[in-house]
């Protein structure tokens, strides 16, 4: 009778209640990701449901022929550039405009819903407006006149990375606002009050009360916005045509779907995107670690 409650913790009615997700979790995520370790260590291709082939182990063979691939590493490339820009503007922007909203008295609702609204927007719908205006004769370039770029912003080689990882810190960015702006709620005014007190300054409270304040968030933010910038896919797929202009704005996933279901190359896909995982868990190993984060 005492092993059973030992097995299940203190509060076993908690497994039932989590069971759903559970479930979901391991057919959605974990057995994917499983398969997916098991095709890239074997020559697999796609047949007919029902047909038995085999398929050989072949051991890192489909890593080496993914990698060496000049379009596989430009694309790690291409992402790498993506997250440069994309994570520290999106933390920095999140927590400027998330402290202006929390200060904000009249209209507040309106305020977080205009920023909230992007984010829900099918990216079809916010891409061809953002094609209208980064376009060669769009209002970017009509403002910029002779200071805008030629070819224009996203068939430029150099900067349709940039251009795509701006689009993505703008469209996701009501989604890390409305984090910070939970967590300034768990920021006690005593400390506001008590700084106002030794004399210090908005800029003062801002970086020694809110951003300490809002730590556990900030490392939040950072592992996420790097999860979701490393499976960048829609947004160069749909504002580049499927990464040009010549494979400047190809991301790993989007070169996965191309190598795999395009071309008929399972296994090197899976390969890329066991790689692809690999890093973004050392990635995400080394923000929790140098960012703040206990857990």
Same mark, same amino acid.
């Given at each position: 009778m005492k092993r059973g409650p030992r097995i299940l913790g203190k509060h076993p009615l908690g497994l039932l209640f989590s069971a759903?997700?559970?479930?979901?979790?391991?057919v959605v995520f974990a057995y994917p990701l499983v398969y997916a370790v098991y095709i890239a260590f074997h020559d697999y291709f796609f047949t007919a449901p029902g047909a038995v082939v085999?398929?050989?182990?072949?051991?890192?063979?489909n890593f080496v022929d993914a990698f060496t691939d000049p379009d596989v590493i430009r694309s790690f490339g291409n992402v790498g550039i993506f997250l440069i820009i994309n994570v520290?503007?999106?933390?920095?922007?999140?927590?400027?405009?998330?402290?202006?909203?929390?200060?904000?008295?009249?209209?507040?609702?309106?305020?977080?819903?205009a920023y909230y609204i992007p984010y829900l927007t099918a990216s079809v719908a916010v891409v061809a407006v953002w094609l209208f205006l980064f376009n060669g004769s769009g209002l970017v370039n009509q403002i910029l006149g002779?200071?805008?770029?030629?070819?224009?912003?996203?068939?430029?080689?150099?900067?349709a990375m940039p251009s795509i990882a701006l689009f993505v810190t703008w469209k996701q960015? %009501?989604?890390?606002?409305?984090?910070?702006?939970a967590a300034l709620q768990n920021v006690p005014n005593e400390l506001y009050e008590a700084a106002s007190t030794d004399g210090a300054g908005a800029?003062?409270?801002?970086?020694?009360?809110?951003?300490? %304040?809002?730590?556990?968030?900030?490392?939040?933010?950072?592992l996420v916005s790097t999860v979701t910038g490393a499976n960048?896919?829609?947004?160069?797929?749909?504002?580049t045509n499927g990464g040009g202009p010549n494979g400047a704005s190809t991301s790993p996933v989007l070169l996965?779907?191309?190598?795999?279901?395009?071309q008929g190359h399972p296994d090197e896909a899976s390969a890329i995107g066991v790689v692809l995982v690999v890093l973004v868990l050392v990635i995400a190993l080394l923000q929790n670690r140098f960012a703040g984060g206990k857990d």
């Open positions: 759903p997700y559970l479930v979901f979790v391991l085999d398929r050989p182990f072949v051991g890192l063979a520290p503007l999106t933390v920095v922007l999140s927590i400027v405009l998330a402290s202006g909203l929390n200060k904000v008295t009249h209209l507040k609702a309106f305020y977080r819903v002779p200071l805008a770029p030629s070819p224009s912003w996203l068939i430029n080689s150099h900067w960015m %009501g989604f890390y606002i409305l984090l910070y702006l800029i003062r409270k801002f970086f020694s009360v809110t951003v300490p %304040g809002v730590r556990p968030a900030t490392v939040l933010v950072l960048l896919f829609t947004e160069p797929y749909l504002l996965m779907y191309q190598k795999g279901i395009e």
